[in-house]
């Protein structure tokens, strides 16, 4: 089974409308991170927000956060007010106890486009 | 201050070649770590270091992959007998330490013709 699951392979928004990115998991662990990467053009994988399995309150970070659902095992990635250069692949990721707590695990990506 | 760096940018190299990838992390990071990224795909963990030492190679797909970081800082991702296959962006991260969030460099894009 695929430990991190993103179904939109693509996806286009309206300039300063909101957007949300799918992530669903898979671990056996209970203490687990979740992570979201921004990776433009120009390649460089970018940090934009971390989710703790303890974690009581859905992590923010200015217009970006995490819908975190762990009964179903889902992590969606919020953006809100959607600017041209938020254009660029995201990726889910995960961090598990049984790696050794370092080894993270990434999803396929999703293409996200702003149109003006 | 300066981010995780990587050298070259570009490469390109012949089938059959050996080729050697640098990385250097952020100062006072003492986690390395090195994926693979193929096309459309997302990144692919290789193997980690925890100071000058591998915890975890488990990710190296085969022994021609090799990595070093003999003095716990700049890190040296090794192919030996380059293939086809091999062609990729390879990513470099670091991390403050255990359970800190990874700061991926711009990766080297290796060509193997």
């Known amino acids: 089974a695929q430990k991190i699951t993103q179904t939109q392979p693509g996806m286009f928004v309206q300039e300063k409308e909101a957007v949300t990115l799918d992530c669903t998991y898979d671990?056996?662990?209970?203490?687990?991170?979740l992570f979201w990467y921004k990776q433009p053009s120009s390649g460089e994988m970018i940090f934009l927000i971390y989710?703790?399995?303890?974690?009581?309150q859905n992590a923010t970070e200015g217009r970006y956060s995490l819908n975190f659902q762990k009964a179903r095992k889902s992590a969606n990635l919020v953006i809100s007010a959607s600017q041209l250069g938020d254009s660029a692949m995201y990726f889910c990721?995960?961090?598990?106890?049984?790696?050794?707590?370092?080894?993270?695990?990434f999803g396929t990506g999703t293409k996200l486009q702003v149109i003006p | 201050g300066a981010g995780v760096s990587q050298t070259p940018s570009n490469k390109v190299t012949e089938k059959g070649k050996y080729v050697e990838l640098r990385c250097d992390p952020i100062?006072?990071?003492?986690?390395l770590y090195w994926y693979r990224q193929s096309l459309g795909q997302g990144p692919e963990f290789l193997i980690y270091?925890?100071?000058?030492?591998?915890?975890?190679d488990s990710g190296l797909p085969n022994d021609r992959f090799f990595a070093v970081r003999p003095e716990g800082s700049v890190s040296t991702l090794k192919i030996q007998r380059t293939e086809r296959g091999d062609s990729a962006v390879y990513l470099c991260?670091?991390?403050?330490?255990?359970?800190?969030?990874?700061?991926f460099g711009p990766g080297t894009r290796l060509t193997v013709t």
């Open positions: 671990t056996s662990d209970q203490s687990y991170g």
């Open positions: 991260a670091s991390s403050l330490g255990l359970g800190s969030e990874q700061y």
């Open positions: 100062s006072g990071h003492t986690a």
């Open positions: 990721a995960m961090r598990e106890r049984t790696g050794g707590y370092q080894k993270v695990t």
């Open positions: 989710q703790g399995s303890y974690d009581e």
């Open positions: 270091f925890q100071g000058t030492g591998a915890a975890d």
